[in-house]
């Protein structure tokens, strides 16, 4: 099945600092997600991009749909104490409602 | 608006028992998904129905995993028997239908010893 690849695996980082994470992928798709899981939660969406090289913010979060249509990146600015948690991209497969998502960047802030 | 309802939150068993998780979506969403993740994984869609329809299970394991929608509302995922690596967290997630938002429960922590 297709794959995500998810970059870096996990983050450690100082209050205040901004984040950057990212996600490409060997295919081409039309749709990619950005969710956050709290623990013991399930995912929730944060930013949803559906346009090659969109760029999209949520407050603090920053995500772009890259021009390839391969990959996608998500910015946290000015990281708070409650950013901990694991953020996962996702795609669309096969033009359905079907979601892949990747294997998730773990950040820890610390105060 | 009440969000997407699972329970139990947490189940223990042994392997080669059964066991059945629920789900009850949003009011109004006539699609909702059954997803598995394995601790360290993105979550895995299992089976997604439309109504009370089954749209996609083409990465269910219908040897032991079986789902139903009956009414269209609420739903249950069973396993039977259980298997040590089927240990993960199993979310239910529901979304109006041809729309990208899909809305996830808390999951249910599945142990099988």
């Known amino acids: 099945g297709q794959q995500l690849n998810q970059s870096p695996q996990s983050m450690f980082i100082q209050e205040g600092e901004d984040v950057s994470m990212n996600c490409t992928s060997s295919s081409i798709f039309n749709t990619w997600l950005w969710y956050k899981q709290d623990p013991g939660e399930g995912p929730v969406l944060l930013i949803a991009?559906?346009?090659?090289?969109e760029l999209t913010s949520n407050g603090r979060l920053t995500a772009q749909f890259g021009i390839t249509r391969k990959d996608s990146f998500l910015n946290i600015s000015a990281s708070i104490p409650s950013d901990v948690g694991i953020y996962f991209c996702a795609v669309n497969q096969g033009g359905s409602e079907k979601l892949v998502f990747g294997k998730g960047t773990k950040l820890t802030v610390n105060p | 608006e009440a969000g997407v309802a699972q329970s139990p939150r947490y189940k223990i068993i042994e392997k080669r028992q059964s066991v059945a998780f629920w789900c009850n979506p949003i009011s109004g969403h006539a699609t909702l998904y059954w997803y598995q993740q394995i601790l360290g994984q993105g979550p895995k869609l299992l089976i997604q129905f439309q109504n009370n329809g089954v749209v996609d299970d083409s990465q269910l394991p219908k040897d032991r995993f079986s789902a139903e929608r009956l009414k269209g509302v609420d739903s249950t995922l069973k396993i039977q028997p259980a298997k040590l690596e089927d240990s993960a967290v199993y979310l239910c997630a529901s979304s109006f239908g041809g729309s990208d938002t899909q809305y996830f429960g808390p999951g249910t922590r599945l142990t099988v010893l």
């Open positions: 991009l559906y346009k090659a090289g």
